[in-house]
């Protein structure tokens, strides 16, 4: 049993804005999510540069309340899946918590392709002209499965959705962004309430999709207009 985590062993693999991803040397299958350096303070205080929000350095789970819901979340969805049945849901599974050489370490299954590489985001199949229609299938199916299995999301954008093709056929995950993010939890509180919240979430993913796609169309014009013509303009 691994007790402590030294990172210099372990390759960085991916990072969002608040997080870095480390993958295991020795098992393909596991991450490890550390809080960024600059996010963290003494004894894992957030570390916040907005003003304003210099009191919630004080809360409790300071820089790893996301942590905190992630974990609360994967409670409440695993516990209802019996020791008969196949675990499916659409979020990675969480391993647990380590400490590392770069503070407290989430571990959680790592979403890869049937080629070994790490599963390509919502974010990345847009911008490398990859995004199917197929995947927008997939979004539609992910939020039907939230709503049936009341999952309670915080952070929706295309970065934090995964598609892989493990099983054979491609599958969505959400790698990021769930649990609740208010102080009364009002949402994993009321299946009609999540639902309502679920509808806007389906919306304002589509909306940023849309909006990712309009640029990597803008990037990819922006670049044939760079290109130099194949034959000289005739005079
Ligand atoms: N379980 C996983 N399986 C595969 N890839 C993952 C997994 N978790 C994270 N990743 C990769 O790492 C990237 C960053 O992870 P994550 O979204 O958890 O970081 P973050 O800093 O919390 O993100 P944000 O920028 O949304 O705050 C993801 O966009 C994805 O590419
Ligand atoms: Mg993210």
Request: charged share 30%; with cysteine; net charge positive.
């Amino acid at each position: 049993m691994q007790h402590y985590i030294d990172l210099s062993k372990w390759t960085k693999c991916a990072e969002g804005a608040q997080r870095e991803i480390y993958q295991s040397p020795d098992d393909p299958d596991v991450l490890v999510k550390v809080i960024k350096a600059r996010g963290r303070g003494e004894r894992g205080a957030r570390k916040s540069s907005r003003r304003l929000q210099w009191l919630r350095r004080f809360r409790r789970f300071g820089a790893y309340m996301t942590f905190r819901r992630e974990i609360d979340e994967y409670l409440e969805q695993a516990r209802k899946v019996n020791s008969d049945e196949i675990f499916d849901l659409p979020i990675p599974r969480i391993l647990g918590l380590t400490h590392t050489s770069n503070g407290l370490g989430l571990l959680v299954e790592r979403i890869a392709n049937r080629d070994g590489t790490l599963s390509p985001t919502l974010s990345q199949l847009i911008f490398s002209g990859r995004l199917t229609a197929n995947h927008m299938q997939l979004v539609d199916q992910f939020f039907d499965r939230c709503r049936d299995s009341h999952i309670v999301l915080m952070d929706i954008n295309p970065g934090n959705f995964v598609i892989t093709d493990r099983s054979g056929c491609e599958e969505i995950f959400c790698i990021d962004g769930t649990g609740e993010k208010q102080f009364f939890k009002i949402y994993a509180s009321s299946r009609f309430l999540n639902n309502v919240r679920l509808k806007f979430a389906r919306e304002k993913l589509l909306k940023k999709i849309a909006r990712h796609v309009r640029v990597a169309q803008e990037r990819q014009r922006a670049e044939q207009n760079a290109q130099p013509a194949a034959y000289p303009a005739p005079n």
